[in-house]
């Protein structure tokens, strides 16, 4: 069963309108409605805030601040990382509800719960609330600059950190010596994860048990982060998610709105749900990417790489999300090499605040931009020195394996250069010129990129799953990762299946409930197979034992003489127990394990990218786009695929249209919904044709797979900037809109 595409087993309900998501089921009888009152400003002192109409409005129950929060003694939202800084992270407190000060628009400064939305709506717009503009910065630059008005008393300078790797001086040195230096400033532009389904959350106590059903990634994280902030144990709470309409990172981390929907329950009794409207989501979840950088990268006479040298400046917003601050240093750094050999790197990483919602991580978390900022560079490169990018990248790409980067990240499987070989013909490069004219004589542009890539994939090391078979013939699989549309619950049974050899149909799937979930680290990082396949095939081997071990001692026999085959356990006289027959008299028959696995894994490839460029408008059109990518063992293919279609598709997305957008002056939000965030559709783009080699399994793992998320996402935004940039024959910035591209072919004429 290990390789086949079989088709998705949650389809069935999802297409029949079945799925139950946390909006779609009936609420419990006496649920209340809760609705955040937010800010209109970006940055402003908070004085009094007049609740008496609204708590005097029909249907109100209850109406909080950040005061009654601090007087129930509810803390700040913690942020995790912990980073080895030369100007160690700086973390202020992050209230759940706004206190003394609002440093975003949207950020949350109160909470009306009533017996309807609409009540609690019509409540919200009596709450009169006394602010004092102050100045606003937008963006990270502005933010460190001298005079800069404060965002925190913490954070003088507005500096979250100043963390670095590699070593300067060997790259000083290359420099010094190489035969050519290219020198560009590239930028990451923020933009939001914008998952179909909004932030939702219902809060009740079941049996005097604090209860949160949620839509998010990672039950036991956000169940940790939300029991810090208000002080109590994880153990007393529990939190559990249906359906996830989609996560991308942004649902991988506790939210206010958590905290005072909990509390909120806690003071009456009576069960409470939220649903964000999708503005609400713009302006007050969370954005991903955000990276400003300087890159120099450093060849010599024959165009071999000897060093490079980012420096690069993150976003952060205005307050530290969980896993923001590490998006802007650690993860970059593991893969700013890509696929390529560079004796020497530096690598200086800053992180600012500003008046903007915060960062937090979005799908490839920080590989997207360094995997950016190499192949671009080498584009540049290429550009500068009149050579074949394909040439450069060729001959610079790792050859001998294992090989440890410049910063450390031991590399131990791919065949990069094959990769970039074999997507060159998919994509008929050599057959370029021969397009190329044909556009010209249409009167438009056309451009070809080839890029690389390499993720460093792993997410939380180490992952929990339990297998427990069952009298009736059943086999419940309970995991800590964690599906919110990936389709674990095929590939998942699928892999229980194929390890004990019995039908599909037979395994019970278990996720995202703490009560029922032992631990685990759900979602991110491209890590379900990798750390949680891992856990599913030892807790396979753990039940295996245990029934082997049992049907030995009910059938009279050696263990070792026992054969197992299609759920059962046989003698050469044919006299046997089935998984089913031992758990009946065994009462419990179970395999539980907890792995400490922290390797990582390479999933790798090469794309190509092929548009053309109408230069009276500047619009793109896409044409073709080839993937030829390694992602180890495939447990089903078909998944796999779909997974990075997925992900080129977001990629494709920040290249040409996607942009979180604060005016430069107030901060206010540009960019609020669907009418001024651009997402492609699928007008927008080309059949994606992903060839997946399976020539390089890793041996991080007993499955030999690699991580497939994330790695579409990491690999499409170079290939389509190459494209762009060979087809305008200037430097673009991503997103390459219609005007940008425009006036790019102006600076050319």
Known sequence: MFGQSIRRLEDDRFLRGQGRYVSDAAPPPGTLHAVFLRSPHAHAGLGAIGLDAARAAPGVHLVLTGEDLRAAGIGSLPCLPILDADQPLIIPPRPA???????????????????????????????????????????????????????????????????????????????????????????????????????????????????????????????????????????????????????????????????????????????????????????????????????????????????LEVKSLSELGAYLSSNGPYCASHTPATALSGIYAIPAVHFVAEGAFSNTAPMEAYRGAGKPEANYIIEMMIEAAAQDTGRDAQVLRELNAIAALPHRSALGQEIRDGDFVARLVECAALADRAGFPARRARSEAQGKRRGFGLTGFLETARGAPGEW???????????????????????????????????????????????????????????????????????????????????????????????????????????????????????????????????????????????????????????????????????GRLLNPMLARGQVQGGVAQGIGQALMERIAYDAESAQLLSAGFMDYAMPRAADLPDLRVELREDQPTAANGLGVKGTGQAGCIAAPQAIMAAIRDAVGADVQMPATPEAIWRALGSRN
């Open 465 to 631: 799953a339990r297998l427990r078979a069952t009298p009736d013939g059943l086999v419940e699989l309970a995991i800590g990762t964690q599906s919110n549309g990936q389709g674990h619950e095929t590939s998942f049974p699928q892999y229980v299946a194929h390890l004990l050899d019995i039908p599909i149909e037979a395994i019970r799937y278990v996720q995202a409930d703490t009560a029922r979930v032992v631990r685990g680290s759900g979602h991110g990082g491209a890590r379900s197979l990798h750390m949680g396949g891992e856990a599913m095939r030892q807790a396979a081997g753990a039940l295996l034992a245990h029934a082997r071990s049992v049907a030995a001692r009910l059938l009279q026999s050696m263990p070792d003489a026992l054969h197992y085959a299609a759920g059962r356990f046989s003698l050469p006289d044919g006299r046997g127990l089935t998984l089913a027959e031992i758990a009946a008299e065994e009462g419990a028959l179970e395999g539980e394990v907890a792995h400490a696995v922290d390797l990582v894994t390479f999933p790798n490839g090469a794309h190509a990218a092929e548009l053309e460029v109408d230069i009276e408008t500047g619009e793109v059109t896409l044409l073709r786009y080839t993937a030829v990518d390694d992602y």
């Open 97 to 307: 509800l706004a206190q003394d000060r609002v440093r975003h628009v949207g950020e949350a400064v109160a909470c009306i719960i009533a017996e309807s939305r609409a009540q609690a709506e019509d409540a919200a717009e009596l709450i009169e609330v006394d602010y004092t503009p102050l100045d606003a910065i937008s963006t990270p630059e502005a933010a460190i600059a001298p005079g800069a008005v404060q965002l925190h008393a913490v954070a003088p300078g507005n500096l979250a950190f100043r963390w670095q790797r590699g070593d300067a001086a060997a790259v000083a040195a290359a420099m010094a010596r190489a035969a050519h230096v290219s020198t560009r400033h590239l930028l990451n532009q923020r933009v939001t994860c914008a998952p179909i389904e909004p932030r939702a959350a219902l809060a009740h106590q079941v049996d005097g048990v604090l209860t949160l059903e949620l839509n998010g990634q990672n039950m036991h994280a956000i169940r940790a982060q939300i029991a810090t902030a208000m002080g109590i144990a994880p153990e007393s709470m529990h939190l559990h998610a249906p359906d996830v309409g989609g996560g991308f990172g942004v649902k991988n981390v506790a939210f206010g709105e958590h905290v005072v929907l909990l509390h909120a329950t806690r003071l009456l009794g009576r069960p409470i749900r939220w649903v964000a409207q999708m503005g609400e989501d713009f302006a007050a979840s969370a954005h991903g990417r955000g990276m400003a950088a300087t890159a120099r990268l450093a060849l010599d006479a024959e165009g071999r790489f000897l060093a």
